[in-house]
Antibody, heavy 123, light 107 residues
Framework: EVQLAESGGGPVKPGGSLRLTCAASGFTFSTNIMYWIRQAPGKGLEWVSAISSSSTYLYYADSVKGRFTISRDNAKNFLYLQMNSLRAEDTAVYYC????????????????WGQGTLVTVSS | DIQMTQSPSTLSASVGDRVTITCRASQSISIWLAWYQQKPGKAPKFLIYKASILQSGVPSRFSGSGSGTHFTLTINSLQPDDFATYYCQQYNSYSLTFGGGTKVEIK
C-alpha cells in the first residue's frame, strides 16, 4: 500500500522558514515524479512544485519561485520542500503527492496523496 | 501557463440524477487531463486520467470525455457518496494546473 506521510508544518511568522518532509513507502520511490500541492483554507488546489524521478527536472509555481526548493532522497525515500521568506498567502495544507506515470520523467496524473500538513503564516 | 476553467462552480442535484461538469483548457492539452474528487477534510481521490480512463476501483457511473480544450466529467445516477467537490487538472507538462472546482451538493 502506498503511503505518503507529511511532517514539518506548523505556525510560522511572515519572513520565516519551514522545511516539509514526506516519508514515502509502499512503492519504488525512485521511479516516480513527485509533487507538492497546496490548498489554502476553503480554497481550491494549487500546484506548488514538481521533481522528476532522478531530480533532473525541478519546477515551481510562479507564486513560490525563488523562495521554495524541492528536493528528494531516493536512497531514504524522502521528499522535501524547503520554504523560505514565507508570506501570509502561503498559509495552506501542503500535500505530498505521487505521479502515476511509470516513466519517471513524463507526467501521468496524481495517483496518491498524503493527508497533508498545515502551514500557517501569521504574525 | 495553461489555465483550466471549470463550470459550474456549484451544482445542486438529487440522488439518481445525471450530472455533468465541464472543464476548459486555455490551450490544447490533448488528452492529458485528470479528474479528482475531494470530500471535506480529506485529500483528493484520483478518478480519471487521460481524459476518459477510470482509475482502478472507481465506480462505472463516473465517465470522462473530451480532448484538446474541452472536457467533461459525467456522473450517472448520482449516489449519496458522490456529493463532494470535483477538480479537473491538466498534466500536459510538469507545471500542473487545476480547475477551480465544482461542488456537487444535495438539492
Amino acid at each position: 500500500e502506498v503511503q505518503l506521510a507529511e511532517s514539518g508544518g506548523g505556525p510560522v511568522k511572515p519572513g520565516g522558514s519551514l522545511r516539509l518532509t514526506c516519508a514515502a513507502s509502499g512503492f519504488t520511490f525512485s521511479t516516480n515524479i513527485m509533487y507538492w500541492i497546496r490548498q489554502a483554507p476553503g480554497k481550491g488546489l494549487e500546484w506548488v512544485s514538481a521533481i522528476s524521478s532522478s531530480s533532473t527536472y525541478l519546477y515551481y509555481a510562479d507564486s513560490v519561485k525563488g523562495r521554495f526548493t524541492i528536493s528528494r532522497d531516493n536512497a531514504k525515500n524522502f521528499l522535501y520542500l524547503q520554504m523560505n521568506s514565507l508570506r501570509a498567502e502561503d498559509t495552506a495544507v501542503y500535500y505530498c503527492t505521487r505521479d502515476c506515470s511509470p516513466s519517471g520523467d513524463v507526467p501521468g496524473g496524481i495517483c496518491d496523496w498524503g493527508q497533508g500538513t498545515l502551514v500557517t503564516v501569521s504574525s | 501557463d495553461i489555465q483550466m476553467t471549470q463550470s459550474p462552480s456549484t451544482l445542486s442535484a438529487s440522488v439518481g440524477d445525471r450530472v455533468t461538469i465541464t472543464c476548459r483548457a486555455s490551450q490544447s492539452i490533448s488528452i492529458w487531463l485528470a479528474w479528482y474528487q475531494q470530500k471535506p477534510g480529506k485529500a483528493p481521490k484520483f478518478l480519471i486520467y487521460k481524459a476518459s480512463i477510470l482509475q482502478s476501483g472507481v465506480p462505472s457511473r463516473f465517465s470522462g470525455s473530451g480532448s484538446g480544450t474541452h472536457f467533461t466529467l459525467t456522473i450517472n445516477s448520482l449516489q449519496p457518496d458522490d456529493f463532494a467537490t470535483y477538480y479537473c487538472q491538466q498534466y500536459n507538462s510538469y507545471s500542473l494546473t487545476f480547475g477551480g472546482g465544482t461542488k456537487v451538493e444535495i438539492k
